[in-house]
């Protein structure tokens, strides 16, 4: 596993452990914590270093990648393309060059709903053409092309997957989200709760009920899942496959903070401040195929439950 030391990537790692398979993972910990990991599967390689990987995949051969490692923090990707473009892109290309040289041929990898971009049709369909309008959702776009070469020139098999909005934490309390720089709804509300610093959410003037931006929150842990029956699935010869990840229901900003004000039991501080560019009013996944192709069953993705998980971890961590 690349980027194991991360949010959706340790949670993954614990989950599969659980299940009695075994775990390697490889990160620079450049935005992961190396706390996340258990120290004797961690492997410190930059995914830029092709020969470092063929050295972890040679001394531990393996029988998937499932390939977390990125940046994630869209604001930042159209401050520095080029930094993104290079990790991500460069970093996918290293990893798939070793993944061949070592004759590995199955990945899974962290895609997003930001290769829609703007969709035309919500709830959003996988074949919902590509429109990406950042950098980052660009660079996703271009490690699903190269996969596709790398399917019909190598015989490397991978499932996309398309996460929506990943939230929530481990319900034992184990590993929860912790980015720097953080971006996310939940856990920028919690620290608005903590420090008293108000938290800005981004327009309310969207055509929505409520006037704030709607999204698909899904479960780390069903996320995590998701992982596991893809790897699955490609072990027993699926084909290739690119499946959104999400739970159909979306949540307004101004309902997540109405949430997270229940759980913690106390008021978020926060101002309303202007649109951000590209941000569409509603991202809802159709995550049909994900359910009857590969069994996914989503069990924590209410609202309820991401928070409380989260809260708990926060708690404890924050
Ligand atoms: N968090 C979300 O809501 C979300 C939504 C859609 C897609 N994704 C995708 O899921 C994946 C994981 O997201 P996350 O929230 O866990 O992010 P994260 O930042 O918590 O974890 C990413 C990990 O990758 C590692 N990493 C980055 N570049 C590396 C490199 N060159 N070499 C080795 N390790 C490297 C980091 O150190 C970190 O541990 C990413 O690919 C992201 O694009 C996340």
């Known amino acids: 596993m690349t980027g194991g030391a991360g949010y959706i990537g340790s949670n993954t790692a614990l989950q599969l452990l659980d299940a009695g398979y075994d775990v390697v993972v490889v990160d620079n910990l450049s935005r992961g914590h190396r706390e996340s990991v258990d120290p004797a599967r961690l492997r410190e390689v930059d995914l830029l270093d092709t020969e470092g990987l063929v050295k972890v995949m040679n001394e531990a051969p393996c029988e998937a990648v499932i390939h977390f490692a990125a940046y994630i923090a869209v604001g930042e990707s159209m401050k520095i393309p080029e930094v993104y473009f290079l990790n991500n892109v460069a970093g996918s290309l290293s990893l798939l060059t070793a993944m061949v040289r070592t004759g590995i041929r199955k990945l899974v990898f962290s895609s997003t709903a930001a290769v829609y971009g703007m969709p035309e049709r919500v709830p959003i369909v996988e074949t919902e053409r590509y429109a990406p309008v950042s950098a980052y959702g660009e660079s996703k776009v271009m490690v699903e092309k190269l996969l596709h070469w790398f399917d019909q020139i190598h015989g490397l098999r991978s499932i996309c997957l398309r996460y929506f909005n990943a939230a929530g934490a481990d319900p034992a309390g184990r ?5 720097e720089p ?15 610093i108000p938290v800005t959410l981004f327009g309310d003037d969207y055509p929505t009920a409520d006037g704030t931006c709607i999204r698909d929150y899904v479960h780390v842990t069903d996320l995590a899942r998701a992982h596991i029956l893809a790897v699955e699935a490609l072990a027993a010869g699926a084909p290739s496959a690119k499946y959104n990840a999400g739970t159909g229901h979306g949540f307004s900003v101004r309902e997540v903070l109405k949430a997270v004000e229940d759980v913690a039991g106390r008021p978020v501080p926060y101002e309303i401040g202007p649109r951000r560019e590209g941000d569409p009013p509603l991202l809802v996944a159709d995550s049909g195929r994900l359910q009857t192709e590969l069994g996914w069953n989503p069990q924590y993705s209410s609202l309820r439950a991401i928070v409380e998980t989260a809260w708990r971890w926060e708690c404890r961590n924050g």
């Not at 590993?175 to 980015?179: A, D, L, P, V």
């Not at 939940?186 to 709760?193: E, M, W, Y």
Request: charged share 20%.
């Open 182 to 196: 953080e971006t996310h709804l939940i856990p920028l509300l919690f620290k608005a709760i903590r420090t008293g």
């Open 175 to 179: 590993t929860g989200e912790c980015h």
